[in-house]
């Protein structure tokens, strides 16, 4: 089988240097820009998989480039954003990408986002935003969450974190996503208040299907949902 390629537009050499490598020895193939300028024409003339794409770029905005590859190719895209927020984390997703990394990240996340986003896009129509499956039902009006047809009792946090991970099946959130997309007050908490609010949506969960695990732990980066549940 032919190696996916990935077009990697990012205009610091040694960030480039660094997926490049991790995605390589992820079996891809990857194409480099530094620009945004020329994105659309490479698209335009070879089968790309996936584009990882850095916001700040020195010629357009990473933002400006998603949303000319968007009228033209309905390829992947994920959005390097930094940490002092480019652009706003949600808002990356509403902007057409299908998911972003904040720098600094370890290559080693991204090369599982990119592979976690292929399998998505190869499993379904490339909908960004997949369905869960019917083991969740998230009435968002109610608050309430149903797992296999039994309303789960869950604590504001609880509900807000498991709805996080609901809405997205196969994404994986760092704990610091996690505190800044569920708590009130992130920089007042600790990782480990992420670990132990999943414990407990665990343990609830079991209560209802023992032999069941939803949640999947990724080791040194944080939780996602299981897909086709
Ligand atoms: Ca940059």
């Given at each position: 089988?032919?190696?996916?390629?990935?077009?990697?537009?990012?205009?610091?050499?040694?960030?480039?240097?660094?997926?490049?490598?991790?995605?390589?020895?992820?079996?891809?193939?990857?194409?480099?820009?530094?620009?945004?300028?020329?994105?659309?024409?490479?698209?335009?003339?070879?089968?790309?998989?996936?584009?990882?794409?850095?916001?700040?770029?020195?010629?357009?905005?990473?933002?400006?480039?998603?949303?000319?590859?968007?009228?033209?190719?309905?390829?992947?895209?994920?959005?390097?954003?930094?940490?002092?927020?480019?652009?706003d984390r949600v808002v990356g997703l509403e902007l057409g990408a299908d998911d972003y990394v904040t720098k600094p990240f370890s290559p080693r996340e991204l090369a599982a986002r990119a592979k976690a986003v292929l399998r998505r896009a190869r499993s379904g129509n490339g909908a960004p935003q997949p369905q869960p499956g019917t083991a969740f039902k998230l009435d968002e009006e109610r608050r309430q969450i149903t797992y296999f047809g039994k309303p789960l009792e869950l604590s504001r946090y609880e509900y807000k974190l498991l709805a996080v991970l609901l809405k997205r099946p196969g994404r994986v959130y760092s704990r610091d996503e996690l505190l800044e997309l569920v708590?009130?007050?992130?920089?007042?908490?600790?990782?480990?208040?992420?670990?132990?609010?999943?414990?407990?949506?665990?343990?609830?969960?079991?209560?209802?299907?023992?032999?069941?695990?939803?949640?999947?732990?990724?080791?040194?980066?944080?939780?996602?949902?299981?897909?086709?549940?």
């Open positions: 089988m032919e190696k996916p390629t990935i077009l990697v537009v990012e205009d610091e050499p040694a960030i480039a240097d660094t997926i490049q490598y991790a995605l390589e020895s992820e079996g891809f193939r990857c194409l480099r820009l530094e620009t945004g300028a020329g994105v659309v024409e490479v698209l335009d003339s070879q089968p790309v998989a996936l584009v990882v794409l850095d916001i700040g770029l020195p010629d357009v905005s990473g933002v400006e480039v998603c949303r000319r590859i968007r009228q033209r190719h309905d390829v992947p895209v994920i959005f390097l954003t930094a940490r002092s927020g480019e652009v708590w009130d007050a992130p920089e007042a908490s600790l990782d480990r208040t992420v670990d132990a609010h999943v414990k407990n949506i665990r343990a609830k969960l079991r209560d209802i299907r023992h032999d069941a695990d939803p949640i999947a732990t990724h080791r040194g980066m944080g939780y996602s949902l299981k897909e086709g549940l």
